[in-house]
Structures are given as structure tokens and as C-alpha cells.
């Protein structure tokens, strides 16, 4: 069985951005801190085409992650690049000329545009909505599970809808204040407790739905 | 040193009592459901004075919380029987004639009252603010911990002061929606995470201030 994996990493607060996300900001002010503690890991490093880095308490969480994934979805403002239709020299992601996906990725948009292939990894965007999306990264991941890298609001229509399988948040030690809250409108659901991995500078919380 | 030690279950999207808190109701609506996990446990009964009950990893965190506290402080709301003055026949806690703590607890009120002995707990009612009940109450504790027991509203306010030097959150897996959020309008705060236990239905959080 495939499932939807979610995951993302939040603020002890329930951030998973800052304030004032831009272009030029794309985390929002402060969100970059968010993600201190996976950039040093060797684990994140070698599908970034960076060699060394640490081993630690999250390098099995951080491998858990993406072993098994056949497929990746995110939201429109997590692919980047600003809002509205592409234009004439579109914005083609954050990750440079080798994504390190290296499967089938589907961003979540309003606005339609062809497929991008950048060394192995195949940009679609979907204009139909999260149910559709989900389909067609499942049928492109022929029986391994789809992550859903978010970022909130898109995180918050799958929650909202029922089809996450997995919730993988990794908690930081850090209040942000504002930005963008994750886990909001989403009263009255209850999430079954997998496990908890402390590791340095941040806690690995997994929940099944 | 005499540390504070702010100690709280918090739902996974931030509450610490669910909506519509009333005398009726004094956690809101569905948040009794936070502290499902700690009234089975032999070391949440003892103290209550109940006999029985389980043993499981959140035993030696619930024992860690009561070692070495010779203080209490919670806000009124945490002392319950509604707002405003005390009135001719004053509520003396939910905790019935043997209250739990078996040292000087600190409530901090707006509006002035004697203190209240019960069984070796004396309850007494601060007027003069977060600093004075903090001042009292270390001076109560003889050198032991202090603990802040709540709710949302005075924890914030010492978290804001910067008076916190330890906070324990358990963390469990649901979702309010809405109701009192505990870390909110502290932006900015970064904490030092000091250990995570994962227990059934909860995982305890500690971080250093």
C-alpha cells in the first residue's frame, strides 16, 4: 500500500515559515533557522551533491525519510519562484540544474505549464487540485509511498482532507511568533503516536492518521 | 540555585485547554483529553491519594517533575471557581481536602485573600504580581525547584519575563482547534533542548531557557 507521508519541520510554536515570505525570502524572516539542524548532516549533504558532513541522532530519520518515496508533492510557494502564471523565463525551482528528487515531483498550481526535466527528476504541475495530484503521484510511484514536503497550506488541505497516512514533524527548539502555522483548522483530529527520536537540535515526531 | 520549572501538556497544535472554559468546564471543551495520559499512571495516583495504576516511560518523568519542588505557583484560572472576588464561601480548589502538593502553592489573583491551609498544602493568594509569587515562592522553597504548573496565561507571562529556566512540555497527539495556545507573542525565544522521552500517547519535551 502506498501511503502519503508528510513531511516537514516546525517551529515549537507551530511555524513551519516565518513572517513576510518573499521572493527574496522564502522562508520568511527568521525561517531559515528552522533547518539548522539537517544542513550539517551527511545524510542531507550527498542527495545535495555535497560530501562530508555529521552523523548523528537524525541521520536514520532523515534516511527513513527517503527511502521507499516513488513520488513527491508540494505547494506552488515551496517550488518558488513567486505567484501567478510562469511567464516567458519561469522560475524552475530552488535545487539548481540536479534536484535531488530523482523521481517524479507534482507542484500543486493554479497556473498551467508543461513538465520540466531537470537530470532525473520530472517537475508536473497539477491544476486540478490536491486529489488529482495525489493520484498521479501515486501511479508514478508504482507502489512506493508519496511525500508531501508541504509547505503549510497545501500540508493543512491534505490534513483537512483526510489523506495523510503519515505525519513526520520534526520539532526545533525555536518560538518564531508568526508566520506560517501548520497544524491550524484542524480541530477534533486525533493522531495515533508512532515515535519520538531526540536528536541534536531538533525532536522527530511521527504520527499516523 | 533554585530553578522555575514551567511544567504543562500542550495538544501537537499548541493548546492547553480546549475553547469555551467555564467553571463547568474548567479545561475547555475537550481538554480533559490532554491528560489522558497521566491519570492511569501509579505516580499521578499516589500523589492523589488513589491506589493502583500503570507504570510506563512517563513514570520517571512525572517523578522527575515532583522531585526536588518544594514550591508551587498557578494563576487563578489554574485554582479555579471562576473570576473575580472570592465572595463569603470562597472555592478552596478542585483538589478536595488533601491537595497534592504537600507545599506552599502560590495562586496569583487580582484579588486578596487569606491563606488557605489544607492538609499541609497552604494555598497563598499573590496580589502584587508574576515577580513577587516568583520572590515568595523560592523563599518558600528553601532551596529547592520551583514549579509553575499554569495555565496558558501566567506561563506566558513568565516565559515573556524571561523568569523560566526550564519548561516540560508533553506534547499529545491531538488537535483542539482552538482554545488557549500556550507559546504565542514570544518570538524570538530560542530554547536549549534538553531531552525527549517518547511514552504512550504522549512524548515529553524539556528544554532548557
Known sequence: MSRLRFTITMSLDGFVAG?????ENPLGVGGEQLHEWVFPLAAWREPHG??????NASTA???GRLANVGATIM???MFGGGSGPWGEEPWNGWWGDEPPFHHPVFVLTHHPREPLELAGTTFHFVTDGIEAALEQAREAAAGKDVTLAGGADVGRQYLAAGLVDELDLSVVPLLLGSGARLLE???GLRLEQVRAVEAPGVTHLTYRL
Request: glycine share 24%.
Open 50 to 55: 555535497r560530501e562530508g558532513g555529521e552523523v
Open 61 to 63: 530519520v532523515v534516511e
Open 185 to 187: 483548522g484542524l480541530g
Open 19 to 23: 513572517p513576510d515570505q518573499s521572493v
Open 75 to 77: 505547494g506552488r510557494n
